[in-house]
């Protein structure tokens, strides 16, 4: 008694196809835009976060320049005393 072979048969050519097939949905690695992992996964700072930065700077700047009015005050101070 013979056997009959159960499931897909397939060609040799067939075989060939599905061992080298592509799958279309997976994108490739760009090679033209290659950045290292640390700068691709780098923390992008947020609108507040920003301001916050935006803000201390000129507080800083604003402090300098107060110091250096109250330098060029107590300068007047002196020389309307002599």
């Known amino acids: 008694m013979k056997r009959l072979a159960v499931g897909p048969m397939t060609t040799p050519e067939y075989n060939e196809w599905w061992v ?3 799958n279309d949905n997976i994108p490739e690695q760009s090679h033209e835009n290659n950045q290292s992992i640390k700068e691709y996964l780098r923390v992008v700072p947020s609108e507040l976060e920003i ?12 402090k300098k320049k107060i110091e250096q009015i109250e330098e060029e005050k107590m300068n007047l ?3 309307a005393d002599v």
């Not at 301001?51 to 604003?62: A, G």
Request: zero cysteines; glycine letters at 0%.
């Open 77 to 79: 101070r002196l020389d």
């Open 20 to 22: 080298k097939r592509i």
């Open 51 to 62: 301001i916050k930065q935006d803000f201390e700077w000129r507080n800083v700047e604003l």
